[in-house]
């Protein structure tokens, strides 16, 4: 698969897969677990989660579809996990990825992030980041919902530098970031994480993506994912539990799309002409 050098310069997948709201249910954690085996043995080894995500539970669901991984292949699975806002004072972040850490059932977390601004100092967040990264509990460290002003702040920050990442919402119908945040990561050599690629199934309905798709034999959202796919420097990380999804959005890096493709889908989602608030979900 395609790989993005993060600037500590480790080599990461441009696809992954996302874990938002598994572990919500006990009665569903088995085929959530299966889910996640079964993207890594289709070849996935970048997997997205967070402690926010049913309050540990999706840590829990990826823990326990590594556990039984023998140690060179569970090293081989790139781990990004994230630390709420009201844990990002020092002692609150040790803490937290020592809990992230435990769940997953790993030494250490490929990629911390801080899941969106607070009200902490970015420099007591980055300083405790450093501290984890020295212990070789985490290995890059970033941030999450960052404006291109946050981003600013941060490399003002000392060792602001070391900044890995910015995963942010971006896919077809939510281009805003193209305008500031995506041209400061390249000139800072920072691969963009794109979350919600497929606006949570949401862009099913555009008519656009089903003649893109009926013209190459594939879903709407297929054609939507590879769109982002296909821009430069980005990691994607769709989240699927049914199998049948993770081959498609697998297959999605096969798809080609053409001039004339890009064309009508810049009709039907025009680029931004102007700065706008960096959108959440
Ligand atoms: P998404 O990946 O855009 O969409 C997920 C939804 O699409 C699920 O309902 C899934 O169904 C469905 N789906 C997946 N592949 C499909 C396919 N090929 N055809 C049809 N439907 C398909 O939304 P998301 O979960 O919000 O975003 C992805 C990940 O990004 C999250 O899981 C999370 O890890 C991360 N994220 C981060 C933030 C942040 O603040 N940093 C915010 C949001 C998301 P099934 O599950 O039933 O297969």
């Given at each position: 698969?395609?790989?993005?050098k993060l600037?500590?310069g480790e080599?990461?997948p441009?696809?992954?897969?996302g874990t ?9 954690f088995e085929?959530?677990?299966s889910?996640?085996?079964?993207a890594l ?9 967070a402690?926010m995500?049913?309050?540990?539970g999706a840590e829990?669901?990826v823990?326990a579809?590594i556990k039984?991984?023998?140690?060179i ?7 990004v996990?994230?630390?709420l806002?009201n844990n990002?004072h ?6 937290a990825?020592?809990?992230s850490l ?8 490929g990629?911390y992030?801080?899941?969106?601004r607070g ?6 967040t980055?300083?405790a980041?450093q501290?984890?990264?020295?212990s ?9 919902n ?5 981003m ?12 890995a990442?910015n995963q942010i ?7 805003g970031p193209e305008w500031?945040i995506?041209p ?5 050599g920072?691969?963009?994480m ?7 199934g ?6 656009v993506l089903a003649q893109l798709a009926?013209r190459?034999?594939?879903t709407p959202l297929?054609?939507a ?5 296909a821009?430069?420097?980005v990691?994607?990380i769709?989240k699927a ?5 993770i081959?498609q ?5 096969e798809?080609t ?8 889908l ?10 706008s608030?960096l959108?959440?979900?």
């Open positions: 698969m395609r790989k993005v600037p500590g080599n990461v441009v696809l992954g897969l938002w709201f598994l572990g919500e249910s006990s009665s569903k085929q959530e677990v889910a996640v085996r079964y043995e289709r070849g996935i080894r970048l997997i997205d989660t402690e995500y049913a309050n540990g829990e669901v823990g579809a039984d991984l023998d140690l292949k569970r090293e081989e699975i790139f781990i996990s994230k630390v806002p990002a020092f002692e609150g972040v040790i803490q990825c020592n809990r435990r769940r997953l059932g790993v030494a250490s977390i990629l992030l801080l899941h969106w009200s902490v100092p970015l420099q007591e980055l300083h980041f501290v984890l990264q020295s070789g509990k985490i290995r890059n460290f970033g941030v999450s960052f404006d291109s002003r946050d600013e702040e941060w490399y003002k920050c000392e060792g602001g530098g070391a900044l990442t919402l971006y896919n077809l119908s939510r281009r500031d995506i400061l990561c390249k000139t800072r920072v691969p963009v794109a979350y919600s690629p497929l606006e949570q949401r862009l099913h309905n555009f008519p009926a190459h034999g594939v297929q054609v994912l590879a769109w982002v796919l821009q430069e420097n990691v994607v769709p539990v049914k199998h049948q999804h081959d959005n697998i297959a999605a890096l798809i799309l053409k001039a004339e493709d890009y064309d009508l810049d009709a039907a989602f025009p680029p931004p002409s102007g700065p608030q959108e959440i979900l």
